[in-house]
Each structure stands twice: as C-alpha cells, then as structure tokens.
C-alpha cells in the first residue's frame, strides 16, 4: 500500500528493531512517570485521610493523631514509618492530652486475611471501638462483623484483662466476653483473636500507663500545645 | 459508504461478534469483577480506555513498528495505558479502585485487547480500528453489565445499591460468590447458544418455504 | 513464619486461583477436555509460577522500591523473558523434559494467573519464602482444578447431553458447581 511495505517486508536491521522498542520504552515511561506524579499528591492525600477517619472513629473524642513504632524497647514518633514496620497511632485530644491508641491488626478469616484497627486505652484497659479495614468475609453472613451494629457495638467497652473471649450470642455477661453473630461464628472468633494477638504482640512494647509519648505539633499548627 | 463501514465496524463488536457471548474473550476480569453492577461498569471504562488508547496508538504507527517486535511494542503501548488508568482511578474513584483491587493491573492480560491490536488495529487504518476498538469495548461493557446486574440483583436484591425488593427478599447469597459468577455466565451462553439455534431453524424453514414455494 | 501453612491452604483450596479469582480461564476451559493434557498443563503452570515468584521477589526488593510506577511493565517484560529463557535451556538440557511441558510454557507467560500472582503477592507484602509457598499453592491449586473438570469432561462425553448446552456453557456450569464445593474449604484455618 505504501512504499514503505517493500521495506518492512525486507528484513529490517537489529538496530532498528532495538531502537523502535527503545523509542517506544522512553515513551512510555515519560508518560507513567507523567500520571504518577500528577496523582500521586491525590492517592497520598486519600490515604491519610481515610486512616484519620479510622482512627478517629475507633478511638471516640480524639482530634489529632501520630504514628508510634516501638524502637529498641522505646516507642517513639515518627512522620513516616519503614515499610514492613508494625506500627501503632496514638490519639490526643483538643488539649492536647493522650486518650488511647489505635492498633492495626490482620489475620486469617474464614475467606481471607481480616485486617481491621481498634482503639484501646491502656489506664482501664479497655477496647474501645473496632472498624474493620479490610475483608472478603461471606456477603450476608460473615460481613456482619462490620454490617451488624449490635457487633461492632460490643466493642465499645470491651476488657482486654486476662483476654479477650467471644461466647454465644446473648451469653455474654462479664466485660471481657463478646457475644459471637449467629451464623458468622468463625468470622467474630476471628476478630477476637486477631484482637488478641495484636494485644498480646503490643503488650510488652507499649509503656506503662501514663507514660505515653506527648504529642509532637504537627506542622499545621494546632491551638492546645501539650503540657 | 466510508461512513457505513465504520458504523458497521462499531456494531459487529455488540452483537455478532460480541468478545464475551461469541468469543468468549476476557474471562477472568469478566467473572471477578461482576458481583455488582457499578465494578462491573467502572471495569468496562477502564477496559475501554485501554483498548481505545492502544488501538489508535498501534493503527497510527503500523507501519513505523518492525514485525518482529511488535508484540514487544503492543505489550509496551497496552502496559503504559493500563498503568494510567490504574493510577487516575485510584487518584479519583479510591472505592471503586480497593474493589476492583488486583484486577485492574491484569486487563494487561485481557486476551480481548492484544488481540484486536493483532487481529485488526495493525492492519486497518485508524479511523476504521478506533470504531473496532470502541465496538468491542461497548461489548464487554454490555456483557459486563449484564452478568453484573443479573447477579446483584439476585444475590443482594438491588441495582446500583439501591434495594428492589421489600425486605422480606432473602437474597440469593451464592450469586454474588465466586460459583454465581459461572453459573450466570453459563445460563446466559447457554441462552445464546439457544438463540442461535432458533435462528438457524428460522432461516431453515425459510429457506426450505421459499424451495417448496419455488417448485409449486 | 509461622503463617506459611495459612498461606499454602489458602491459596491452594480456600482462594483457589481459578475458583474463586477466576484466574487462568482460558486454559482452564480452553485445555481442560484430556486428563493427561491438563496434569501436564498444571505442571508446567506451577513452574512458571514458581519462577515468577522468584523473579517478583527481586524486582520488589531491588529495583521497584525506586520505581513503583514501573512494576507492570517490568513484571510483563521480565517474567516473559525469564520464561523464554528457561525454555530454551531445558530444551538444550533435557528433551524428555521439554517434551512433557515445553510446548506449554510460551502459551503459559501471557496466562493472567501468572500475572495474578506477581500482583497478589505484591500486594500482601509476601517475603521470599512465603512467595515461594504461594506460588507452589497456587500452581497445585491450579493443577487440581484442571484436573478435576478434565476428569468430569471426559465422564460427560460419554452421557448424552442436549446439544444445545454442550461446549463452554456446560463447562461453566460444571465449574460453578466446583467452585460451590471448593466453598466448603473456607473456615479451614480460622475454626481452632
């Protein structure tokens, strides 16, 4: 059709077989490398607010928040944890006073892996909200350890002293004991254990009661400095 | 006449030869992304986008790309717009990108989209592949709506999130599952297969009424 | 550590790759009509899945960390070549070998299971060994899929069965009802 047929039916050199896959490298990486500093800003900024929205909602009356990561037998602050590091989020309130922390844990459910945050007090050593991040539970069944407000409610007061034990549904009397869904049995015992676990991981990292690292003011310039 | 055979072009990939009902082209993203009806949309876009992207791309060069390596230079062209649309999603739509999750990234290995930029983009010129793209996209999106509708609606009662049914609708839980996904796409090829078949016996009677009318 | 059992079930029965992520369908419909095929099949799978773990794990930890953006085209391109490469050398170094599963491994490279699971593994934050252990998962998972629908295609050729759902219909059918009973896995691990 064009003159350049005859060429390209012709054997073409390896050069130009190299350089047209170059060419169309340098293209294409100008262009990922284009998308993904223009988004990047959007995605960084997604994320954080949505772990602010969870650790707020699991840790009631906090306002401010920073991630801890525990380094030789300290906890401290940091801005940005190392990839692979376990990491905790401290709440502060108005003033500036230490309320609790949020905690990240991931298991094996009945699908798959459950990650979910809670927020726990360590002076009464109370869980005091949990949210569920991430599941693939069964839709209908397992999905109510997020979907069933009566569940996620048993986590609002909730003794980590000796454990955490989930029971039968309506069995429930003393401060540690979760009343377990009908139905989603394996799915709560496995938030319950992912909870403990995560404490029992913690347990020997966090400082003692009172001690809790003060809060470092954030570079937006809060009004309640800390004390 | 330039007009018609673009148009034709476009529609050959909705109904006749429909990537998924037909070719059966496009599984996996087809299956596993189908449990509601707005994944199953926010899928086709991004499919689209790809496939659009890539055809025009590889129909304007056809003749600058070397044979020997154009699967390489496909593959390159296919990645890069696949990269794009993984991040503008995730930028823009955070939800939709958490559902959609792994399979974004592997529309790369949709059969559909290599394939037309091997069966037709490379050959035809631009205006002609870009209708055979956006047809064949149209398809999929079709045929990804439809699984994704058939199988919300029965297995949570609602389209789009919106409920249908009163409460007392016991949602059909399995359809939502990984095993509804087969099921639906069986019953539905099992209906095209159908469809054909009548229309074959159709054309049949026709054909032997128009013999028999001939001899009388 | 102490999770790689977890992992090995999990991907092996609980999120079997092509019964509940639909990963791989096109051999599996496409191939799976002769038992030996299939087991053959599923082997070679399971090798090219152990050697995209392998080259996933390098790219992670060397040359993506630099680069996130590039880690689609650098898993296509690599593990496509990684491929092509090892192909090459067992036909050199032993063709009773390249005779069994040979013919399967460029077919395989472009298979979105393969793919799947360089992504997947990616974004579980998977360690050397464990991506090792979710790749063997995975492949034998794989295998035992194939193998199962072969088995039931061969059976169902010999019924009579309506001609009009013969063919991928039928299959998919079969292989919702696979999927149903792969179901039964679930719990597997969380129940103690």
Redesign the interface.
Known sequence: MSPDTSKLNAQPSALRLVLTLAVAGLISGVAIIGIYESTLPTITANKARELREAVFKVLPGVTRMQALVSRDGDLVVVSEPDKDEPVVYGGYDDTGDFVGYAMPGAGPGFQDTIALLYGYKPEEGLVVGMEILESRETPGLGDKIFKDEEFVAEFDALSVRPEIVSVKKGAGTAPNEVDSITGATISSKAVVRIINETHAAWAERLPPAGKEPAIVEPETGGTGAGP | MKKNESYEEFLKGIWRDNPVFAQVLGMCPMLAVTNSAVNAIAMGMATMFVLVGSSFLVSTFRNVIPKQVRISCFIIIIATFVTIADYTLLALVPGVHKELGAFIPLIVANCLILGRQEAFASRYPTKLAVMDALGMACGFLVALFSLGAVREILGDGALFGVKLFGDSFEPWVIMILPPGGFLTLGVILLFFNWFKYKKDEFLDDVARAERSGADG | MD?LP?IFV?ALL??NFV????????PF?GVSNSLETSFRLGLATTFVMLVTAICAWILNTYVLVYA??????CF??VIASTVQFIEMLIKKLSPALFRAMGIFLPLIT???A???LA??AT???YGFWEGIVYALGAGIGFTLALVLLAGLREESELSDVPA??K???????I???L??AF?GF??L???T
């Open positions: 999770n977890w999990s609980v999120n019964l509940t992520y639909f990963l791989g369908l096109c419909l996130p953006y590039l880690r689609l085209i296509i391109v472009t298979n979105c393969i793919l799947g992504i997947f974004n579980r934050g009009l759902i063919g991928t219909a039928m299959n998919l059918i292989a919702g009802v999927s149903m179901m679930a719990g691990f969380s129940s």
